[in-house]
Every structure is written in C-alpha cells, then in structure tokens.
C-alpha cells in the first residue's frame, strides 16, 4: 500500500525562489586634478567600461583643469578605489577628489 506523503519524490528539485531585483550598474565619476590625470589610465584599465573627458571645474576653491572619469559598473573595489584616489591627491597635491556615485557627491 503506497504511503500517501506530501514531499516530494527524491528525484524532483523544490521550487526555485522567485528571482531577486535586476541589479542595475552603478554610475561612478571621479573628476581628477590635471596634476594626477595618469590615474585615468589605472581607473580605465580595471574598468573597461569607462569614459574620459576633458573638463574644467571649480572643486578646489578657482578655476583648474580636470579629467572626468565616468564608470559603469555594478560594483566598485573599494579598497582598489581608496588607493587611486590616495595617489591622485598626492600628484596633486590635494586635500580631497571629488566622486559622485549613485547621485551623491562626496568629496574623499
């Protein structure tokens, strides 16, 4: 007499869970003083899926040249990042780089 269980034969697999949110690219800009313009190529070879341009700002009190570094990712090495921003505020002799990410900016 078969026995009446509500588990499943070992041979099937339960239920997937539903899937989770899409996860989106975050969008990251790093505008770097002229001075330390050489970390763009670091930050465009760890992400390849990245923009520079050319650009004036006024994030340091006047007038001075800057690169825009525009990456899309779905996630930045956080510890990879603190290094290049520590080296772009040395070559320029900076106290912070400016960074907006996720639509904030924040000046490290």
């Not at 997937?16 to 790093?30: E, K, N, R, W």
């Not at 899926?49 to 690169?67: A, M, P, V, W």
């Not at 106290?95 to 639509?103: A, L, N, P, W, Y």
Request: glycine share 6%.
């Amino acid at each position: 007499m078969p026995s009446s269980s509500s588990s499943p034969p070992s041979d099937e697999l339960p239920p997937a869970p539903p899937p989770g949110p899409v996860p989106f690219p975050t969008l990251t800009i790093i505008y770097l003083p002229a001075e330390a313009a050489s970390m763009a190529e670091d930050v465009s070879l760890k992400y390849p899926n990245s923009t520079l341009e050319d650009c004036i700002g006024f994030f340091h009190g006047r007038e001075r040249q800057y690169k825009k570094v525009t990456i899309w990712s779905q996630g930045i090495d956080s510890l990879w990042m603190d290094a290049v921003i520590a080296k772009a505020k040395e070559l320029a002799a900076v106290e912070f780089i400016t960074v907006v990410s996720g639509g904030v900016m924040l000046v490290l």
